[in-house]
């Protein structure tokens, strides 16, 4: 049984930093790639950032681009995303997924986690 669960986030002040993770389990994800994905009250979910299998492609919204970074460990089937420079705006249920398919589209993930809330405070 395929599980994402993901982890750290919470609530921080406008201009504060959190470093979101996710670990996969239950299968192995050779060749897939993770994303993260958003999803604000009243809105789609949305694209954040997504990375390949070898960590040698990263897809970022534009909104995210230069404070926002993805990362990942095979090793521990894990992904990261390190928030800096959190605005309110970033406020929403952010959401891991993994697939093989186009990074920035959300119909093309297989699997996905919960979600955890991250909250920014003006």
């Known amino acids: 049984q395929v599980q994402l669960v993901e982890s750290g986030g919470g609530l921080v002040q406008a201009g504060g930093s959190l470093r979101l993770s996710c670990a996969a389990s239950?299968?192995?994800?050779?060749?897939?790639?993770m994303g993260w994905f958003r999803q604000a009250p009243g809105k789609e979910r949305e694209f954040v950032a997504a990375i390949s299998w070898s960590g040698g492609s990263t897809y970022y919204a534009d909104s995210v681009k230069g404070r926002f970074t993805i990362s990942r460990d095979n090793a521990k089937n894990t992904v990261y995303l390190q928030m800096n420079s959190l605005k309110p705006e970033d406020t929403a249920v952010y959401y891991c997924?993994?697939?093989?398919?186009?990074?920035?589209?959300?119909?093309?993930?297989?699997?996905w986690g919960q979600g955890t809330q991250v909250t920014v405070s003006s």
């Open positions: 239950g299968r192995t994800f050779s060749y897939y790639t």
């Open positions: 997924a993994v697939g093989r398919g186009r990074p920035r589209t959300s119909g093309e993930y297989d699997y």
